[in-house]
């Protein structure tokens, strides 16, 4: 197991900059997702985490030795990459052990390490099939056998999942996750999807614009967002956030919001429907079996309201909102937490 350190990593081309001295911690043996919208700069801190890019500044280090400058091949790491990058020419245990064969280890430690890492991802009876003939889970064993078999200590992985279907995306969540338990492996992984990173991470680190947003457990990132940004990629659907007046009113009404900001932040599943609740009126329902939806409006601001899904509403209705002050979140005028919101 290898502990991983980004000192001021920053990127830059040209006029244009990926990444802003970025600094980051991710614990030996902890599965740790790199979360945040196309272009926030996740992948780039993936790929100069590899060797596969240079940093324009800071250092990276792994289990405490400075990586900065070397290629890849002498970091200790394995990747598994969104394409899988299988040979289609090769088999399935011409495909796992291919690295094996480039790095010269010796025939007989070829053969076990493949043989270990077939059995651990249930592709011993499919060894000798090409990529062309397996599912897409199966490919993507492959593709992390090839990484298993090289026995690093890091593996990094750029959103393996993504070219699945839903139901097997989960499926192989539960099985990335559970592997890398029972090896100890140090994981640092980029998704877009929030349900693969607080599903399967222990630190998520959420990137935006080419800055650390904020980095936590995924209880943390939920419960206590950082910032409005935080707040609105955290969950679905995403937290309502509404505008104050100085006296701590939702914005166009008499509703004391429970906070003193310039903004309320408040979890559409923390909202009850009370009838001696904040007077509010159904503007639209998304049925979604389990849960409802409700959009509702307080003066001039809309909260979601996410209900069980046999309660009756319809357009127009008038319903009661409440919430308990711990699940109030107050945030200033430039988006930041703030910490005496009550």
């Known amino acids: 197991m290898s502990s991983i350190a980004l000192n001021g990593v920053a990127k830059s081309w040209g006029d244009?900059?990926?990444?802003?001295?970025?600094?980051?911690?991710?614990?030996?043996?902890?599965?740790?997702?790199?979360?945040?919208?196309?272009?926030?700069?996740?992948?780039?801190?993936l790929r100069i985490i590899a060797?596969?890019?240079?940093?324009?500044?800071?250092?990276?280090?792994?289990?405490?030795?400075?990586?900065?400058?070397?290629?890849?091949?002498?970091?200790?790491?394995?990747?598994?990459?969104?394409?899988?990058?299988?040979?289609?020419?090769?088999s399935v245990a011409d495909n796992i052990g291919f690295g094996l064969s480039v790095?010269?280890?010796?025939?007989?430690?070829?053969?076990?390490?493949?043989?270990?890492a077939a059995e651990l991802l249930g592709l011993s009876a499919l060894l000798?099939?090409?990529?062309?003939?397996?599912?897409?889970g199966q490919q993507q064993r492959v593709a992390l056998g090839?990484?298993?078999?090289?026995?690093?200590k890091v593996c990094l992985m750029?959103?393996?999942?993504?070219n699945l279907d839903a139901q097997l995306r989960q499926d192989m969540r539960r099985e990335l996750r559970e592997l890398q338990q029972k090896l100890g492996l140090t994981v640092v992984y980029v998704t877009h999807d929030q349900t693969e990173a607080m599903s399967m991470a222990d630190q998520v680190v959420l990137l935006h614009q080419g800055r650390v947003e904020q980095a936590g457990t995924p209880r943390t990132l939920y419960a206590q967002?950082?910032?409005?940004?935080?707040?609105?990629?955290?969950?679905?659907?995403?937290?309502?956030?509404?505008?104050l007046e100085a006296d701590g009113c939702i914005a166009g009404s008499e509703a004391a919001s429970g906070v003193r900001a310039a903004m309320l932040g408040v979890r559409p599943e923390a909202i009850t429907l009370d009838a001696q609740g904040i007077p509010?009126?159904?503007?639209?329902?998304?049925?979604?079996?389990?849960?409802?939806?409700?959009?509702?409006?307080?003066?001039?601001?809309?909260?979601?309201?996410?209900a069980a899904g046999q309660h009756q509403a319809a357009p127009g209705d008038a319903v009661g909102l409440r919430w308990s002050p711990d699940e109030a979140h107050g945030f200033d005028a430039a988006g930041r937490r703030t910490e005496t919101a009550h």
């Open 51 to 90: 060797g596969l890019e240079t940093a324009s500044a800071g250092q990276v280090l792994i289990d405490g030795r400075d990586v900065t400058d070397l290629p890849p091949a002498q970091r200790g790491i394995a990747m598994v990459f969104q394409n899988y990058a299988l040979f289609p020419h090769l």
């Open 16 to 45: 244009s900059t990926a990444l802003h001295a970025v600094d980051l911690q991710i614990q030996s043996g902890s599965f740790c997702v790199l979360l945040g919208p196309s272009g926030c700069g996740k992948s780039t801190t």
């Open 225 to 243: 967002p950082a910032t409005t940004f935080a707040a609105r990629f955290i969950g679905t659907p995403p937290m309502n956030l509404v505008a």
């Open 158 to 162: 750029d959103e393996p999942l993504s």
């Open 280 to 306: 509010a009126v159904v503007r639209s329902v998304e049925y979604l079996g389990a849960d409802l939806v409700l959009r509702c409006a307080v003066g001039r601001e809309t909260l979601l309201v996410r």
């Open 128 to 136: 000798d099939r090409k990529p062309g003939q397996l599912s897409g």
């Open 103 to 116: 790095r010269k280890v010796p025939a007989a430690e070829s053969a076990r390490r493949l043989r270990e």
């Open 146 to 152: 090839r990484a298993l078999v090289a026995q690093a």
